[in-house]
Every structure is written in structure tokens, then in C-alpha cells.
């Protein structure tokens, strides 16, 4: 590829970050065809300018197969040295595109150093609240959702829930900047970022057990201990 048509690729496909690709938008952008676009953002990939979050390949009811094509593409992420490359006075990158990409790049090193067999996916729809990771383990498959606030929606529990029901997850964490832990159904739990990576292989091996009541036991100690802290820090308290 030359040059120019790696930037220019790459200034197109940058606008797609985050969501899942259309090859045929971006060949009418850049006025080739749909099959160059796919070459091209392959070859990027090669050069190590992007990395790509393929989608998990369902059936059409739903369910999980290996034996299905897949009906959606992948998900484009920038590495550093694109950001580099594509930073340009005026520009900035979307904050909630980069929290994502800073998320699921952390989750995805933890995991691969815990265990090497685990492969990485995304699920959702065109348009619609997506799964934005997840981590296929060798025992199951734990869904990533996150938050780069402390507002919660409905949409976290119930969109995770239905995916409980139909098989396409076994477990998931939604990850946000608060202070206290949340429980929910068998394995859904929201957990500050911060605590979930200082103790990954904790939580980790904690939801893909067999037992409902370790997780339990860790989200009471975790908010029981802030609840203390927060009583010794507080400045009321201590006048």
C-alpha cells in the first residue's frame, strides 16, 4: 500500500472506530471497492495501526455456533502510533471511544496473561447496546460492559440479563468509576475498574466458578471495607 492511500485509509477508517466496519460505506468514501477497503484495513492491521475486535458468531436465533457465518464485522480500534500519526491540531480523539479502547486493551492483556487459550469477541446489533467485550475462556464466556460514568441504567442489567437467558454469555462485569460494588442475577456484577484490576485474576476466577456464593462474600467484604473507610475519611465524622 502506498503512503497516501494509507492515510487516506486510515483518516476514513478512524471515523469507524469503535463501531462495527462498513466496508462498503468506506469504499464509497474513499471511491474503491468494498473488497480494497477490507484489504487495506487488513493490511493496516498487519503494520500494527489498528487491531480488530471480531464479532462472536451466532445463529439466527441467537445462539452461539462455530458453524455459522458471520453476519456483522469487526470492530476497528487505533493503536498509539496511528493516534500518533492522526493527531492533528483541531482533532481529538471521541473520550468514550478512547475509554473503551483503554478497557478492553487492559481486560484483554490481564486475560491473555491468566490464560493464554482465552479469545477475545464483541455481540451486539447494528445500532443497539453491544456486549463490547468478551473474553472466551476455556470454562465460559464473560461479557464486559463499561461505563465511563456513575450513572446507571436500566439497560445494564436487563440488556445483560436477556443475553444471560439466551446462552450467549455466562457472566459479565460492568466496569465504571464509582466506589461500591453492585450484585445482580447469578454472575452480573458492576465493580469499579480500579478494584477490578488490582484483584482481575480474583474476580475472574470468582464468576467462572461453579459457586454463586464466593462472588457473594466478595462484593459484601469490598463494600463493607469501603463503608469503613468512607466513615474514617469523612469530614464530619472526624470534627
Not at 477490507?38 to 480488530?52: F, G, N, S, T
Not at 478497557?103 to 477475545?120: D, H, K, N, Q, Y
Not at 455466562?170 to 480500579?194: E, S
Not at 464468576?207 to 456464593?213: E, F, N, V
Amino acid at each position: 500500500m502506498k503512503v497516501n492511500d494509507l492515510t487516506e485509509t486510515l483518516a476514513v477508517a478512524a471515523a469507524w472506530e469503535g463501531i462495527p466496519l462498513n466496508y462498503s460505506a468506506i469504499g464509497k468514501q474513499l471511491n474503491i471497492s468494498a473488497v480494497t477497503v477490507k484489504a487495506r484495513v487488513q493490511e493496516l492491521e498487519e503494520w500494527e495501526m489498528i487491531w480488530l475486535l471480531p464479532p462472536l458468531e451466532t445463529t439466527p436465533a441467537g445462539f452461539p455456533s462455530s458453524k455459522t457465518k458471520v453476519r456483522k464485522s469487526p470492530k476497528l480500534y487505533l493503536r498509539e502510533s496511528a493516534r500518533k500519526l492522526m493527531s492533528t491540531p483541531g482533532r481529538s480523539a471521541d473520550p468514550g471511544i478512547l475509554f473503551r479502547s483503554r478497557m478492553i486493551r487492559r481486560v484483554c492483556g490481564l486475560e491473555s496473561a491468566r490464560s493464554r487459550s482465552s479469545t477475545f469477541w464483541y455481540y451486539g446489533r447494528y445500532g443497539r447496546t453491544h456486549v463490547e467485550l468478551i473474553a472466551q475462556t476455556a470454562v465460559r464466556r464473560i461479557g464486559f460492559v463499561f461505563l465511563q460514568d456513575n450513572h446507571f441504567n436500566r439497560w445494564c442489567w436487563s440488556y445483560c440479563k436477556r443475553i444471560f437467558t439466551r446462552g450467549i454469555i455466562q457472566g459479565a462485569f460492568v466496569l465504571y468509576p464509582g466506589h461500591r460494588i453492585f450484585f445482580a442475577a447469578d454472575r452480573l456484577v458492576a465493580v469499579p475498574a480500579g478494584e477490578f484490576f488490582r484483584n482481575y485474576s480474583l474476580w475472574m476466577n470468582a464468576c467462572l466458578g461453579a459457586s454463586r456464593k464466593l462472588l457473594v462474600r466478595m462484593v459484601r467484604a469490598y463494600n463493607s471495607a469501603h463503608a469503613g473507610l468512607a466513615l474514617l475519611t469523612d469530614p464530619a465524622v472526624e470534627g
